[in-house]
């Protein structure tokens, strides 16, 4: 079946303790993307990826880093400098930058203790 | 980033009553997208619409693409127990390349 994992599905951690996310496609998207958002909320974008080896920042990009490697996966790392990070992370992703249609993860949620 | 203005911002209906949501922008947009989102899970893309004054239907769902471009609306009709959830609008912007930017979402409730 064509789509995208993340895992795990809850994920808990101590406070300080770095922690990463991961999401998977085998859409064979060019883009991906992750998202956070807090109860009641909608989706803020973390962090963004066009192609292979480049990202760009979203607009809370702050105490997150990623990377990507590879076509298929783009791990999210929650670091220690992010204040408030128990929240429910959605990562997506999208054919191309010439699509518009984004197709999402089932999401990871994370707690921090 | 600049969020849609979503609206309303929940809905407690009746089965078989229809419902009615809009997302509205100072900006222009050149796509309008709908979501949906069950509980604890990630949204699912319900509707997809690309022109201006465009109307589009999926099942008991109508969407349409404002004709200034700055907004869009969803229509359920007959709404049915398993409409509850959170539906969300998002619209890409000429200018912003790959993202996308997502309204607050309309939180229904059906009550059987």
């Known amino acids: 079946d064509g789509g995208i994992t993340q895992s795990p599905k809850y994920l808990f951690r101590k406070e300080g303790q770095n922690v990463t996310l991961s999401c998977e496609q085998n859409?064979?998207?060019?883009?991906m993307y992750w998202y956070r958002q807090d109860p009641g909320q909608g989706l803020r974008l973390i962090y963004y990826?066009?192609?292979?080896?480049?990202?760009q920042k979203g607009d809370i990009a702050e105490g997150y880093s990623v990377s990507r490697e590879k076509k298929e996966s783009f791990p999210l790392t929650v670091t220690s400098a992010q204040k408030n990070p128990t929240a429910f992370y959605l990562c997506?992703?999208?054919?191309?930058?010439?699509?518009?249609?984004?197709?999402f993860g089932p999401g990871t949620r994370l707690t921090v203790l | 980033g600049q969020q849609l203005n979503q609206s309303p911002q929940s809905m407690f209906i009746q089965e078989g009553e229809d419902v009615s949501m809009n997302c509205t922008s100072s900006s222009i947009f050149n796509t309008w997208l709908w979501y949906k989102q069950d509980p604890g899970e990630g949204p699912v893309l319900l509707i997809a619409?690309?022109?201006?004054?465009e109307l589009t239907s999926n099942g008991r769902l109508t969407a349409q693409f404002g004709i200034t471009r700055k907004d869009s609306f969803l229509n359920i009709s007959a709404s049915i127990p398993s409409d509850v959830g959170i539906y969300f609008c998002?619209?890409?912007?000429?200018?912003?390349?790959?993202?996308?930017?997502f309204g607050e979402g309309t939180q229904l409730t059906v009550n059987p």
């Open positions: 998002a619209g890409r912007r000429e200018t912003s390349g790959s993202r996308l930017t």
């Open positions: 990826s066009q192609i292979v080896n480049d990202f």
């Open positions: 997506a992703s999208m054919a191309g930058a010439n699509y518009n249609e984004q197709f």
């Open positions: 859409l064979n998207h060019d883009a």
């Open positions: 619409l690309y022109k201006a004054g």
